[in-house]
């Protein structure tokens, strides 16, 4: 029996993410030498400014990738020169991560790849199509947050 899944929150809005990450992948790479999860690596970064160092750790879960995958990841940006590994001065069991000054014209030509992107991809809508669809993606991502927070409390 066949089903079709197309119509359901899940399928869709996976399906999307999934399509999209692979023509950002394809227009960062050709364009800026970067792959979609070294975008988002700098991205992260540049969220999470200089006010405090971030750790490796803490980039991996941001990212929702596992501290080996990050690890790689780092020691390949290292080496081209996108970002920066430092032990930190208070445990020297933790790496702190940042942004070297190249990073950020890469992110400046990965937000245009974005929103050309998104400019493509959204075409068919209209101007007031594209915003409440962006507001109501914003909602369904407050209640899977607020799913997890209320998970997390204790009852």
Request: glycine share 8%; with cysteine.
């Amino acid at each position: 029996m066949k089903r079709d899944f197309s119509q359901r929150f899940g399928f869709l809005v996976n399906d999307v993410a999934k399509l999209y990450g692979e023509q950002f992948d394809r227009l960062a790479r050709e364009r800026i030498g970067l792959s979609r999860a070294q975008c988002r690596l700098l991205g992260a970064l540049a969220m999470h400014g200089d006010e405090a160092p971030m750790s490796q750790i803490e980039l991996a879960h941001r990212l929702g990738l596992s501290a080996m995958g990050v690890a790689g990841l780092c020691d390949r940006m290292a080496a081209a020169g996108w970002i920066r590994r430092q032990p930190s001065a208070t445990d020297r069991r933790v790496n702190e991560v940042h942004l070297e000054p190249r990073a950020q014209e890469a992110l400046g030509a990965a937000l245009s790849i974005g929103d050309t992107l998104n400019t493509r991809v959204l075409a068919a809508l209209t101007p007031a199509e594209r915003a409440q669809l962006l507001a109501l993606l914003g909602k369904a991502r407050s209640g899977l947050v607020n799913l997890s927070t209320n998970e997390e409390a204790p009852a």
